[in-house]
């Protein structure tokens, strides 16, 4: 069982916009900031998306990140067939004293 | 351009000890603007933080790993390593090392990543 929770899956036609939520708590995602990351399948993780709304450098404006009390989100807008991945929110975790990630959603582009 | 690759046997039997570094290429480690992190991922499951060192070899650790686990800096400074102790088969996972970006502390920003390696506790 996740910290953060994260819907298991989620899924979009090319072009359309999607959103992914990462619900946490006061100790959690209300104290710290958000961070979110991209798996493909079959590599490492890759940093989409820090301090809740920035983009590393190489990241598309098509993925933005917001936060809002205990809970984030992911949009991906103008969906890609490569963006079918996985992706987990992250923060830190004030009482577990802990980095947490939530459980991870499947994004599937049909 | 910052590389990180990491080493170590892919195989470890049940009660001994899992090792495994963390080389750097491209960079230093020595910048204070950054952590070093160890993660891990079981088979077909999520993300699961290990513990992170600063190159003066402060460290942080995940409470429910912390009586297993031990991270340093390696004498050649750029290299880190993990050391897991009393593994059991529930140790069985792909392991990552990762920056970390410290623009806040305690930071979940892990920008750099290695390829990860897969490590299996079997006897």
């Known amino acids: 069982q996740s910290v953060l929770t994260q819907p298991p899956s989620a899924s979009g036609t090319p072009g359309q916009r999607v959103t992914i939520s990462c619900s946490g708590s006061s100790s959690d995602i209300g104290s710290n900031t958000v961070n979110w990351y991209q798996q493909l399948p079959g590599t490492a993780p890759r940093l989409l998306i820090y301090t809740n709304n920035q983009r590393p450098s190489g990241v598309p404006d098509r993925f933005s990140g917001s936060k809002s009390g205990t809970s984030a989100s992911l949009a991906i807008s103008g969906l890609q067939s490569e963006d079918d991945a996985y992706y987990y929110c992250a923060t830190w975790d004030d009482s577990l004293n802990s980095v947490v990630f939530g459980g991870g959603t499947e994004l599937t582009v049909l | 351009q910052l590389q990180l690759q990491e080493s170590g046997p892919g195989l470890v039997k049940p009660s001994e000890t899992l090792s495994l570094t963390c080389t750097v290429s491209?960079?230093?480690?020595?910048?204070?603007?950054?952590?070093w992190g160890w993660l891990r991922q079981p088979p077909g499951k999520g993300l699961e933080w290990i513990g992170s060192?600063?190159?003066?070899?402060?460290?942080y650790f995940n409470p429910s790993l912390k009586s297993r686990v031990s991270i340093s800096v390696g004498r050649s400074k750029n290299q880190f390593s993990l050391k897991l102790n009393s593994v059991t088969a529930a140790d069985t996972a792909v392991y990552y090392c990762?920056?970390?970006?410290?623009?806040?502390?305690?930071?979940?920003?892990?920008?750099?990543w290695g390829q990860g390696t897969m490590v299996t506790v079997s006897s």
């Open positions: 491209g960079g230093s480690m020595s910048s204070s603007s950054y952590y």
């Open positions: 990762a920056r970390v970006d410290i623009a806040e502390l305690p930071s979940s920003a892990f920008d750099i």
């Open positions: 060192i600063n190159y003066s070899g402060i460290t």
